[in-house]
């Protein structure tokens, strides 16, 4: 007697059949994968990867509406991963979610009407992590901080600079784009959705390199990096700098407003010379540098 034919194993054989015509490429759902054991006497370590959906860009003003967290085990290699437990609350920002945002998020003022982050739990979700990821770690970890303290004691690395995507052939270091690259399609915009994308992302090996893009990031967050403040830069270079991944933060304290971004050691002296040559096109340009600890990464405190 046959085996009955699922409903799944039917839609992947119609689609097995539309990509050998070469004529389509198939998108598949995101699926978060069920966790595994890790090989035997393999080092382990637990990260965890953060999303927050916010009021606006500003951390100073504006507000979280979402943070999400997804715990995650890997190996110190990153060639194994695997997802643990996730968290994810709403909270009351306590003034209007413009229209543009709950357009972009889906989030309404209904949805979050009274309800707030349990800092406790939040708190507790992280203890254990020895890294903090995500997708865009200048921003998240800015808004994380000003709501929960104890993320300042946490490294924190960023999958979306600290993997040289372009060179894997990505056309775009957007997670959506990401996703599609290795195949998969998720529901975006939501702080949950988007952290077990990036999971999925990091977990998969690279196209040309072979080695899974987490492996490429724990790598990457190991070694010593730099941070540079291009302090009073020419306006009519803003473009140029926000192409080459510089972004404007605003004066914080005693530090100037400047275009900030940061580099490791293989890259300094590179980025010395484009802000010298580039820039400021001037022999001694006011740009600023510190060699970074693995704890102010990322972070406002760098400045």
């Known amino acids: ?56 860009l500003d951390s100073s003003s504006d507000e979280i509406i979402e943070l999400a967290m997804l715990a995650f085990d890997y190996s110190t290699d990153g060639s194994f991963v695997a997802p643990a437990n996730s968290f994810d609350q709403l909270r009351d920002p306590g003034r209007p979610i413009s229209p543009d945002v709950t357009k972009l998020t889906g989030i309404t003022d209904e949805m979050v009407a009274g309800r707030s982050i349990d800092r406790c739990a939040a708190e507790a979700f992280i203890e254990d992590a020895v890294l903090v990821i995500a997708h ?73 390199t072979g080695r899974t893009a987490l492996g490429v990031l724990l790598d990457s967050a190991r070694r010593p990096r730099w941070r540079l403040r291009a302090v009073r830069a020419p306006f009519p270079q803003r473009e140029c700098l926000k192409v080459r991944g510089y972004r404007w933060e605003a004066a ?21 010379e484009f802000l010298q040559t580039e820039v400021y096109r001037q022999s001694a340009p006011p740009i600023q540098a510190r060699l970074l600890t693995a704890y102010e990464r990322y972070s406002l405190r760098a400045d």
């Open 252 to 272: 914080n304290g005693p530090a100037p407003g400047a275009w900030c971004t940061e580099t490791d050691e293989e890259s300094f002296e590179a980025e010395c």
């Open 136 to 208: 865009n770690a200048a921003f998240d970890r800015r808004f994380c901080e000003r709501l929960l303290p104890s993320f300042a004691a946490k490294p924190w690395a960023c999958s979306l600079r600290e993997v040289d995507w372009a060179s894997e052939g990505f056309e775009s270091t957007r997670l959506s784009a990401l996703a599609a690259g290795h195949g998969r399609f998720f529901d975006g915009h939501r702080a949950l959705h988007d952290c077990e994308a990036a999971l999925d992302v990091l977990s998969r090996p690279l196209p040309r």
């Open 1 to 56: 007697m046959m085996p009955e034919v699922t409903e799944h194993q039917e839609l992947e054989r119609l689609a097995a059949v539309l990509e050998s015509s070469g004529e389509y490429r198939i998108l598949r759902r995101l699926r978060m994968a069920s966790p595994a054991l890790p090989p035997v006497g393999t080092p382990m370590r637990r990260g965890v990867l953060v999303d927050v959906e916010t009021t606006g």
